[in-house]
């Protein structure tokens, strides 16, 4: 079956510092979607990206989807304290409908 | 109003007894789903529903029995749990058309199984 991974598991930042996340899935995928889940919270959709080698901008965060849309990465400039939490990338083929498979996420710890 | 809405917020059931997740959504999606979260983990789909009809069964097992009384409400029936089935449970609901749609959460029912 279809597997997104996710590197790194965990990302230790400094405070202000820049870091990048990295979602690799097995399979092509229709689009991918991004959520953020604060530490003892729910998932928050953050972004989606349906075309190949798109990018989108929010704010400190850059979503960027690959050329051959099996990959993606999220950038995040001069972290913050509000940064801390777990990134999920999400996805799936066009033929599996709704169905969103989801990565295993990045856990962000922010060193102040 | 883009709030999914669940109770109760924390269960704790033994594994003789039966209880019932609800989840409530009034923005119009028609596809509404259910998860399971371990700690640490991503959530695991379970169930999805579109058009008030069960679409996708990931294979769970039958002591988790979900309905979809109407497009707004969601349940999750529980009977004879185990103790690792001891989660956070998430519904979540989209809109559903051709392709996939952001999905919105609710804060999760915390589960445990004693």
């Known amino acids: 079956g279809q597997q997104v991974m996710q590197i790194p598991q965990y990302q230790h930042v400094q405070e202000g510092e820049d870091f990048t996340t990295y979602c690799n899935s097995s399979t092509t995928l229709s689009n991918i979607q991004w959520y953020k889940q604060r530490p003892g919270g729910h998932p928050v959709f953050l972004i989606q990206?349906?075309?190949?080698?798109e990018v989108k901008k929010q704010k400190r965060l850059t979503f960027q989807f690959g050329e051959a849309k099996k990959n993606s990465s999220l950038h995040i400039t001069a972290t913050q304290t509000t940064d801390v939490g777990t990134y999920f990338c999400?996805?799936?083929?066009?033929?599996?409908?709704?169905?969103?498979?989801f990565g295993g996420g990045t856990r962000v710890l922010v060193k102040p | 109003d883009t709030e999914v809405t669940q109770t109760p917020k924390h269960l704790v059931m033994g594994m003789t007894n039966k209880k019932s997740l609800k989840c409530e959504q009034h923005?119009?999606?028609?596809?509404m789903y259910w998860y399971k979260q371990k700690a640490k983990k991503p959530p695991e789909l379970m169930f999805v529903?579109?058009?008030?009809?069960?679409?996708i069964n990931e294979s769970v097992p039958s002591r988790f029995s979900p309905e979809c009384p109407n497009s707004s409400l969601l349940n999750l029936h529980l009977h004879a749990l185990q103790p690792e089935d001891s989660a956070l449970y998430l519904c979540?609901?989209?809109?559903?058309?051709?392709?996939?749609?952001?999905?919105?959460f609710g804060p999760g029912t915390r589960l445990t199984v004693t």
């Open positions: 999400a996805g799936g083929p066009k033929a599996a409908g709704n169905k969103l498979t």
């Open positions: 979540a609901s989209s809109r559903f058309r051709d392709g996939l749609y952001e999905q919105y």
């Open positions: 990206l349906v075309k190949s080698g």
């Open positions: 529903y579109s058009y008030e009809k069960l679409s």
């Open positions: 923005m119009g999606h028609r596809a």
